[in-house]
C-alpha cells in the first residue's frame, strides 16, 4: 500500500447566506498518497482551486480537515500555518509570480531558509534546464516557459512534501505547455515527488496516476489511471 501523505476529511466552503448561500465545496473528501501526480478536473467555478487554495493553508473551510501527515492544518493558527506554506507545500502558479527585480537565481533562493545556499539553488535551477547564464536573467529577459520553470525550481528547492499546481500551462502555448507538463511529470516519477495538479484541460488528466472530477463543489467522478499516459504523447 502507497504512504497516505494527505487526507481530506468532509472539506465545506460556503459564502453568503440564505438565498444568496454559495457552496464552493460541498462535503469534499479523498486521500492523496506519497509520490503521486493527482490531478484536480473541472470546468470554471467548479471549487477546484478553492480546494487547492485550502490544501495549500492559503484559505480556511468553513468545515471539515485537511491532515498532512497526520495534523489537521485547520487547527494552525497564524505562526504554524505560514512555517507549513514555507516548508511543506510547494506552489506552481499560472502565472508564474516572480519577483521582476531578481533573478531567477535569487528569485529560487527566496524559499530558502538559509540565503547563502547558492548551490542548491543553482543545482535545482540546473535540474530544471536553466543552468550557466540563464539563472543570472531577470524575468523580463525569459520567455513564458523559462519563467515557469523558475517557478518550479522554486517550488523544488525546499523539499515540500506536496507541490501544488494551478493551472501550470494556463499561460502557456501548446508546445511550451507540454515541455513543462514533461518536466513535471519527470519530476513525480524521477524524485518521488507528490503533486497535485489544477486544470481544465481533460487531456491533461491522462498523464496522471488519478483524477478527480469536481462539479459545483462536489466531486462527480474518481479514477485510477493504470497506464498514465506519457505528457509528451498528450494533444489538446
Given at each position: 500500500m502507497a504512504e497516505k501523505i494527505l487526507e481530506i476529511k468532509n472539506l465545506k466552503k460556503y459564502y453568503g447566506k440564505g438565498d444568496s448561500l454559495v457552496k464552493a465545496l460541498d462535503?469534499?473528501?479523498?486521500?492523496?498518497?506519497?509520490?503521486?501526480?493527482?490531478?484536480?478536473?473541472g470546468n470554471s467555478g467548479c471549487g477546484k482551486s478553492t480546494l487547492l487554495n485550502i490544501i495549500g493553508g492559503m484559505d480556511s473551510p468553513t468545515d471539515g480537515h485537511v491532515l498532512i501527515n497526520g495534523e489537521d492544518i485547520t487547527q494552525y493558527?497564524?505562526?504554524?500555518?505560514?512555517?507549513?506554506?514555507?516548508?511543506?507545500?510547494?506552489?506552481?502558479?499560472?502565472?508564474?509570480?516572480?519577483?521582476?527585480?531578481?533573478?531567477?537565481?535569487?528569485?529560487?533562493?527566496?524559499?530558502?531558509?538559509k540565503k547563502d545556499e547558492n548551490h542548491l539553488s543553482e543545482k535545482t535551477l540546473e535540474l530544471v534546464g536553466l543552468g550557466d547564464q540563464k539563472m543570472k536573467q531577470y524575468p523580463s529577459q525569459m520567455s513564458g516557459g523559462e519563467q515557469q520553470r523558475v517557478s518550479i525550481a522554486r517550488a523544488l528547492v525546499k523539499n515540500a512534501e506536496i507541490i501544488l499546481c494551478d493551472e501550470p500551462t494556463g499561460a502557456l502555448d501548446d508546445k511550451t505547455g507540454r515541455k513543462i507538463l514533461e518536466l513535471l511529470q519527470d519530476i513525480v516519477r524521477k524524485q518521488g515527488q507528490t503533486m497535485i495538479i489544477v486544470t481544465h484541460t481533460t487531456p491533461i488528466a491522462d498523464m496522471a496516476n488519478r483524477v478527480i472530477t469536481l462539479r459545483d463543489g462536489k466531486i462527480e467522478h474518481e479514477r485510477v489511471n493504470e497506464h498514465p499516459l506519457s505528457a509528451k504523447d498528450i494533444v489538446w
Open positions: 462535503d469534499v473528501s479523498f486521500d492523496v498518497y506519497k509520490g503521486e501526480m493527482l490531478v484536480l478536473l493558527k497564524d505562526k504554524k500555518l505560514t512555517n507549513y506554506r514555507k516548508e511543506k507545500i510547494g506552489f506552481i502558479f499560472q502565472f508564474y509570480n516572480l519577483l521582476p527585480d531578481l533573478t531567477a537565481l535569487e528569485n529560487v533562493r527566496m524559499s530558502l531558509s
